[in-house]
């Protein structure tokens, strides 16, 4: 049975064939930080890695060996269409009528209203996606998890966008756990995410581009989440990849 029975049989074997190649040596112990308040008094933050930036903002700056290790910082309060997106490589079609697709900004504010979170970092974190310097790419995100213990933010939520967002995202939730944060990070391609031994993960076997199912499904992006947040309270052990149960309807 084919993991990614929405795309077409070229651009499945694609996928399929970098899943089963994928090979990364990981040496160092998983990192892990127990949460040190409870979720209602917890204050969260939001990461993606869809080379999400301001208009405003200058591009991201290319590695000669490709893609970027810098990050961008946006207001929770955004407009979509203050926005530009620098690594994209993925159908932009669903993120660009909803943005909580793949950086779930509204459903994080409502449960930090409805007092399930303690609070949201005022702004949140955008990597490129790709990055080909995995030594750059720890250090700016050891940057960001003293910028975060600074500012007393506890946990951290990640969203990969792209195929290989996967590995970005889960070398960047290694560093934050190791710098004091709680993570929980979802995987779209689960062998990548094994590999790097990502401290907290849950597996969606949805497309690229659409991380949290498709625009303005609330109800999907808002129980997404909460598995997410069960997962920081009872998940015991680093390196643990757990499959959720929703399934993608159609092709793309």
């Excluded at 940057?143 to 995202?169: G, M, Q, W």
């Excluded at 889960?170 to 790097?196: F, N, P």
Aim: with cysteine; aromatic share 10%.
């Amino acid at each position: 049975m084919t993991r990614f029975p929405f795309y077409a049989p070229d651009r499945a074997s694609e996928y399929e064939r970098y899943a089963a190649e994928y090979v990364f040596e990981q040496n160092e112990p998983t990192p892990w930080t127990p949460l040190r308040r409870p979720m209602r008094e917890a204050r969260a933050l939001l990461l993606t890695s869809s080379g999400l930036r301001l208009a405003s903002q200058h591009e991201f700056a290319r590695l000669p060996g490709g893609g970027s290790a810098e990050f961008r910082e946006i207001s929770v309060y955004v407009s979509p269409d203050q926005l530009a997106y620098d690594f994209t490589n993925f159908d932009p079609r669903e993120v660009e009528q909803d943005l909580n697709v793949l950086t779930p900004v509204d459903r994080l504010k409502e449960l930090v209203d409805e007092g399930v979170l303690g609070g949201l970092h005022e702004t949140f974190f955008s990597f490129f996606g790709l990055c080909s310097d995995s030594a750059a790419l720890r250090e700016n995100a050891g940057r960001l998890a003293e910028k975060l213990r600074s500012a007393d933010v506890d946990l951290a939520f990640l969203f990969p966008a792209n195929l290989v967002c996967n590995e970005t995202i889960g070398v960047i939730a290694r560093t934050l756990e190791r710098g004091g944060l709680s993570t929980v990070a979802l995987s779209t391609v689960k062998e990548v995410t094994r590999q790097i031994k990502v401290p907290r993960a849950l597996f969606l076997n949805f497309p690229f581009g659409r991380t949290l199912g498709r625009a303005h499904n609330r109800a999907l992006q808002r129980s997404i989440l909460e598995d997410m947040i069960h997962a920081l309270k009872t998940f015991e052990r680093p390196a643990r990849l757990l499959e959720l149960p929703y399934r993608w309807e159609g092709m793309i």
